[in-house]
């Protein structure tokens, strides 16, 4: 489970982000609601290990991320943890299958191409593993970013603003297939947004 | 996926920059690698084939053209001395070999040299056919002689007088070719072989009908153009080339000392070339380092997803350093090939000028050098980049799109 107590952060000397305590359950689906600047993508980065709060606790699945210094941290969140970005942020001159792979090797996780494809052929662009991200269309490449962010089957999947820019039934699918994913790996999901269109797939919200 | 296909990936992104890049650098090691192999050649096998001899006595003239006409049969002879300096050099103390050679004539543009067969033994020849040459107007072929004329063992051939190939044939006196050396990687190859009294006999006949006096009087006055002398003591190089300079009609040459004045004087224009050269290797860093540089604006977001799926900085460090070493590599060692290249297209020139013989099969050891100076030019100029990349502040590139 995910634990956080007396967090905050700042940048610059203004205030990001506070929140005093919050808990989630191995498994759950997690709505993080606000308007945008209440610090939604700073409790992401920070739950991913990317930021180190100014003060506050951070236990990820029993790990104490203030204690993970360094390259460990960097390994701990290649190994747990799958980000899928709103602006997705595929890498352009590498085909769909060496994204996943470039997950893989980043992670220091053994390069299995049966992983790589089982990810794929779950998300339904097993057949685009040749192509280069700028073949596909949107809704192609959000699959691929999914695939890319559970390849190396993370405990936690976290997504920041999946839906913006989408429109109703677009937004639909990129929630239905991160959950998808979510469930299919029974990792945590949270997912940040300031889209209301989504809340309805999510049992839990968090406000900021 | 590695650390080398993903660094060579990006290099592919990017066809402008990288073949820029290792264009600049394969021209700069190409040129040093050229000049190494040429130069290097030369200086051996100029070296290989002054070996022994410590001194050339011939007429008064210029001592470069003394040793160039001399050893290596590479200019026109400063002229001629009489016969009794051969021995009054051979019995001086200072002289163990003294090897009196007779030149003047070609054949096809190859020099054909009177020598008794202490010069073929100071060569260590090998005969591949054929014998050594014993009465007049029998010859001898060196080894790229025979190869380019076709001329073997029996064939018969006129010598044409001067060194151009140009000059008035002795067809009156034709040798026949009676052995063809094995290779000797040495002037020997390019030249043709006779004894001294084939010179002289060609000489005398071309003077035309003349009486037992005549024929006495010539006798008398017989010449030869050069003697290479090898001392039979250190003492020797400070007494006898002082002793032979002071005789009116003899001049003695160092070839170690006139050879390196010749290295001296063309040893400019190889620096040149040299510095030349390592202008366009600085100019590859540049380009290497521009290439890295402006890339990691349009990078960043993917150094920053790197970041989130598990790269650490030293990782992204390391990502960065590796492109300026993957282009620097690649770029030495087409470096390499293309010197090789030239050295050998420089060869098949100079062979078909009868000269020098270069070829692009050798390698040296130098060129190891070549490549790690090219490496650390790729590692100096991925630095900064590498640097930016491990500083890269990922929470915020993120957030910013």
């Given at each position: 489970m995910i634990a956080v107590r007396n967090l905050a952060h700042s940048y610059d000397g203004s205030r990001a982000l506070a929140l005093a305590q919050w808990e989630a359950a191995a498994g759950s689906r997690w709505l993080?609601?606000?308007?945008?600047?209440?610090?939604?993508?700073?409790?992401?980065?920070?739950?991913?290990?990317?930021?180190?709060?100014?003060?506050?606790?951070?236990?990820?699945?029993?790990?104490?991320?203030?204690?993970?210094?360094?390259?460990?941290?960097?390994?701990?969140?290649?190994?747990?943890?799958?980000?899928?970005?709103?602006?997705?942020?595929?890498?352009?001159?590498?085909?769909?299958r060496d994204n996943l792979r470039l997950a893989q090797y980043l992670a220091r996780a053994p390069q299995h191409d049966a992983a790589v494809d089982e990810a794929l052929g779950a998300l339904g662009v097993a057949d685009k593993a040749a192509r280069r991200p700028h073949q596909l269309s949107q809704g192609e490449q959000q699959r691929v970013a999914v695939a890319r962010a559970v390849v190396n089957r993370p405990k936690l999947l976290l997504a920041d603003e999946p839906t913006a820019s989408l429109d109703d039934a677009a937004a639909a699918r990129a929630v239905e297939l991160l959950i998808g994913a979510a469930e299919r790996r029974q990792a945590t999901l949270v997912v940040a947004t300031h889209d209301s269109r989504v809340k309805r797939y999510f049992s839990n919200t968090l406000q900021l | 996926m590695n650390l080398a296909s993903l660094s060579a990936g990006y290099l592919r992104a990017r066809p402008l920059q990288t073949t820029l890049s290792l264009l600049l650098l394969a021209l700069g090691a190409g040129t040093i690698v050229t000049l190494l192999l040429v130069v290097g050649q030369l200086e051996s096998r100029m070296g290989r084939d002054a070996r022994g001899i410590d001194l050339v006595v011939g007429a008064k003239g210029s001592p470069m053209q003394l040793i160039l006409s001399g050893i290596y049969h590479a200019d026109a002879p400063t002229g001629n001395i009489p016969l009794a300096a051969v021995g009054t050099l051979q019995k001086n103390r200072f002289v163990r070999k003294a090897i009196p050679l007779a030149l003047g004539d070609s054949w096809k543009g190859y020099r054909i040299v009177g020598a008794g067969r202490e010069y073929l033994e100071h060569y260590g020849t090998e005969f591949s056919s054929g014998k050594a040459h014993e009465k007049p107007m029998e010859a001898v072929l060196g080894y790229e002689v025979a190869a380019r004329t076709g001329v073997g063992v029996g064939g018969r051939f006129a010598g044409a007088h001067g060194i151009g190939g140009e000059g008035n044939e002795h067809a009156e006196a034709p040798y026949t070719v009676v052995g063809v050396l094995a290779r000797n990687d040495s002037v020997l190859d390019r030249l043709v072989l006779t004894s001294i009294e084939s010179v002289w006999h060609v000489h005398e006949e071309h003077q035309g009908p003349q009486d037992e006096q005549d024929r006495k009087a010539m006798r008398d006055d017989r010449e030869v153009t050069v003697v290479l002398v090898q001392y039979a003591s250190p003492l020797a190089a400070a007494m006898l080339p002082r002793q032979i300079n002071s005789q009116s009609e003899l001049q003695a040459a160092s070839p170690a000392y006139e050879t390196a004045r010749l290295f001296r004087i063309v040893g400019a224009g190889i620096e040149a070339l040299r510095a030349f050269a390592a202008v366009l290797i600085v100019a590859a860093g540049l380009s290497v380092f521009i290439a890295l540089y402006t890339a990691l604006e349009e990078r960043r977001y993917d150094l920053a997803v790197m970041r989130t799926l598990g790269a650490s900085p030293a990782r992204l460090f390391g990502l960065l350093l590796a492109e300026g070493l993957v282009l620097a590599l690649a770029g030495a060692l087409l470096g390499l090939a293309l010197g090789h290249a030239l050295a050998a297209a420089l060869g098949a020139w100079l062979e078909a000028q009868q000269q020098y013989p270069v070829s692009g099969l050798v390698f040296r050891i130098e060129e190891l050098w070549v490549l790690a100076v090219a490496l650390g030019v790729g590692l100096v100029a991925s630095l900064i980049p590498a640097w930016r990349a491990y500083r890269t502040d990922v929470s915020r590139t993120l957030a910013q799109g």
């Open positions: 993080v609601l606000g308007p945008s600047g209440c610090g939604k993508t700073t409790l992401l980065h920070i739950l991913a290990g990317l930021i180190r709060p100014a003060a506050g606790e951070v236990s990820v699945f029993q790990t104490d991320l203030l204690s993970l210094k360094g390259s460990r941290l960097d390994q701990w969140r290649g190994n747990n943890v799958g980000i899928v970005l709103q602006a997705l942020h595929l890498v352009p001159h590498l085909s769909v | -």
